[in-house]
């Protein structure tokens, strides 16, 4: 792998770990819904200027063969194609997300992105349970070891489980349909679209919960103005981007690993600019789980270099 490409996706994957700071500011004035609505529809936003320019590059006349990131999204076809994912994708990135916002309410930052980056080793065992691929040795050690990771971080002295960490487990799950999801959609569709449509049908899901349930003032959200624009703009917009770029021509199982630094990241990030601290139970829970993450993706790895 180039060192440029495992540049950007780092840099991807610190955009996404300091968001998780972001999202622990703005949870101080605005409600769930309303901040991941927002954002959303800010990162939306951001993309199509990208999105028209990568048409104007775009060769119209299509020839047997070609893939259909070829095809121009602003025609009928072009959108038709990409609807179904782009719905599917925003349903389950706003079931994640705001499950996400909702756990970070009521957890640090650290264990948030640690919990999260349990999608990777959730998605090899459901695609193993219901696409009927065999689970590698490595993959039952590494939910093993997240189990135990798990507990060491989230379960406290009386083996109960935090309300947030619980909330941050379901999103881990979400985003692991998230990522099934695009799997499945991504070779049909461009990515760059497929991601700006995932942005809007999840900004528009987010506003009757917005409007009837959470009822935002306005001097609220502009107190989170800054927290909502890097969300936005930089953590949807940008890193999707740089992810996008920095993937091409890299295994995925290597790009995921380096894109789950962003549970380090959020460590790092909360303990610099928030002042969070983990116990030594906490930390030592959070080495076993990034253990277990990249457990899960041995086999793939081993197999490459075959």
Excluded at 177 to 191: M, N, P, Q, W
Aim: aromatic letters at 10%.
């Amino acid at each position: 792998m180039k060192p440029k490409n495992a540049g950007l996706l780092f840099l991807a994957a610190f955009i996404w770990g300091i968001a998780f700071v972001a999202q622990s500011s703005a949870a101080e004035y605005i409600r769930p819904f309303t901040f991941n609505g927002i954002r959303c529809l800010i990162g939306g936003v951001t993309l199509l200027p990208l999105i028209l320019y990568r048409n104007r590059q775009c060769n119209t006349s299509l020839t047997q063969g070609e893939t259909l990131s070829k095809t121009r999204f602003f025609t009928k076809k072009g959108f038709l194609l990409s609807l179904p994912g782009g719905i599917a994708c925003g349903i389950c990135l706003c079931l994640g997300s705001t499950l996400q916002q909702f756990g970070i309410e009521q957890t640090s930052v650290g264990k948030a992105g640690f919990i999260t980056a349990l999608y990777i080793v959730f998605v090899p065992i459901v695609s193993a349970l219901f696409f009927r691929k065999k689970i590698a040795l490595p993959i039952i050690g590494s939910v093993l070891l997240g189990v135990i990771g798990l507990f060491l971080l989230c379960i406290k002295n009386d083996l109960s489980i935090g309300t947030g960490d619980f909330f941050v487990l379901l999103c881990s799950f979400a985003f692991t349909a998230h990522i099934l999801v695009i799997d499945h959609f991504s070779a049909k569709v461009d990515g760059v679209v497929l991601s700006c449509l995932q942005f809007f049908v999840c900004g528009l899901i987010s506003l009757p919960f917005i409007l009837f349930l959470e009822k935002p003032e306005f001097s609220h959200i502009w107190e989170a103005r800054l927290p909502i624009l890097y969300a936005g703009v930089l953590s949807c917009g940008v890193a999707y981007t740089l992810q996008i770029i920095g993937q091409k021509d890299v295994n995925p199982t290597i790009a995921s690993l380096i894109l789950s630094l962003e549970s380090v990241v959020s460590v790092l990030a909360g303990w610099v600019i928030l002042g969070q601290s983990l116990s030594g139970r906490e930390i030592a829970g959070c080495a076993v789980m990034f253990a277990a993450i990249l457990l899960a993706n041995a086999d793939d790895l081993l197999t490459k270099k075959k």
